[in-house]
Nanobody, 115 residues
């Protein structure tokens, strides 16, 4: 059974930075696609960034140039470095892992950007 645990969320001012971490426990392989999604109040959950086992990354247009996703397979951990944060980045951020058509989700961590 795979479990994903996020950390690193919090309150930050506009223009600030945060780094989210997601540690996976259980039988997760380095080939799993790892990603971060977010859900703001009244909106659907949406992809923020993803990274394949080989390190290929994909970003939502709204975060390109500001956010960076990375992974450390030895630690079963994926990171999301968020810079130049804006109020519209406020949301609950969820860690995701996908392999073989199966999805796993973390419990979510709140990110609030104050203006």
């Amino acid at each position: 059974q795979v479990q994903l645990v996020e950390s690193g969320g919090g309150l930050v001012q506009v223009g600030g930075s945060l780094r989210l971490s997601c540690v996976a426990s259980g039988s997760i392989f380095s080939t799993a696609v790892r990603g971060w999604y977010r859900q703001a109040p009244g909106k659907q959950r949406a992809l923020v960034a993803s990274i394949t086992g080989g390190g290929v990354t994909n970003y939502a247009d709204s975060v390109k140039g500001r956010f960076t996703i990375s992974r450390d397979n030895a630690k079963n951990t994926v990171y999301l470095q968020m810079n130049s944060l804006k109020p519209e980045d406020t949301a609950v951020y969820y860690c995701n892992a996908q392999r073989g058509g199966v999805n796993w989700w973390g419990q979510g961590t709140q990110v609030t950007v104050s203006s």
